[in-house]
């Protein structure tokens, strides 16, 4: 199937953890984000990769760091893990140019204790 | 101000009735506009897309853009009780850093039998 996958899908760990989410999509596309959405279920952009170079990076903490081996993957790493951050991380994928329609993945619901 | 605005609902209307999910965007010159479907637990789901003015139906989902009064919207005819979900707005700016979508923060929508 043609898609955008992540992995894991939950993620359970405690405070000052580190941990990483993968991603991948096989849909051929250049250009791949993460996204958090919160409790409240508002959905915002994190970081953006377009040929493996990354395009946007919004305001997030260093304990963040996104890494694309190449641009059918994208990877995140969070360091030092807070309450503050558990969420739902959405990878999502699109061609650069044209009307530029993302297609998100199944997303990775993420708790920290 | 907000730059993509949506009423959060609940909207209800019943079965085989016209949902009507309306949008408003602050930039005037925002290019693209898409509207995704997310399901309770589930990632967003692209619908429609829409790029110029006036309408564009496929099947019961009809998306309307009118640049003029920044403002857009989605009609979902037919209304089913399957179509019961929370439907985000999303813009992207022309000129902005490539893809990046702006997001509203959902109008969920109950459909009862």
């Known amino acids: 199937d043609t898609a955008v996958s992540q992995t894991p899908k939950y993620l359970v760990t405690q405070m000052g953890n580190d941990k990483s989410i993968k991603c991948e999509q096989n849909?051929?596309?250049?250009?791949m984000y993460w996204y958090k959405q919160d409790s409240k279920k508002f959905l915002k952009i994190m970081f953006s990769?377009?040929?493996?170079?990354?395009?946007i990076n919004e305001t997030v903490p260093n304990r963040f760091s996104p890494k694309s081996p190449d641009k059918a993957h994208l990877n995140l790493h969070i360091n030092s893990l807070e309450l503050g951050d558990s969420a739902v991380y959405f990878c999502?994928?699109?061609?650069?140019?044209?009307?530029?329609?993302?297609?998100f993945g199944p997303g990775t619901r993420l708790t920290v204790t | 101000q907000k730059e993509v605005e949506q009423n959060s609902g609940p909207l209800s209307v019943p079965e085989g009735a016209i949902a009507s999910l309306n949008c408003t965007y602050s930039d005037r010159v925002s290019q693209s506009f898409f509207w995704y479907r997310q399901y309770s637990g589930k990632s967003p789901e692209l619908i429609m897309s829409?790029?110029?003015?006036g309408d564009k139906e496929d099947g019961r989902f009809t998306a309307q853009l009118n640049k003029a009064s920044q403002y857009v919207s989605l009609l979902i005819r037919d209304s089913q009780p399957s179509d019961s979900a929370t439907y985000l707005c999303a813009v992207k700016k022309r000129g902005s850093t490539l893809g990046r979508l702006y997001f509203g923060r959902g109008t969920q929508l109950t459909v009862w039998p």
């Open positions: 829409i790029y110029s003015n």
């Open positions: 999502a994928s699109s061609f650069r140019g044209g009307g530029n329609e993302q297609y």
């Open positions: 849909l051929g596309h250049d250009t």
């Open positions: 990769y377009n040929n493996k170079e990354l395009i």
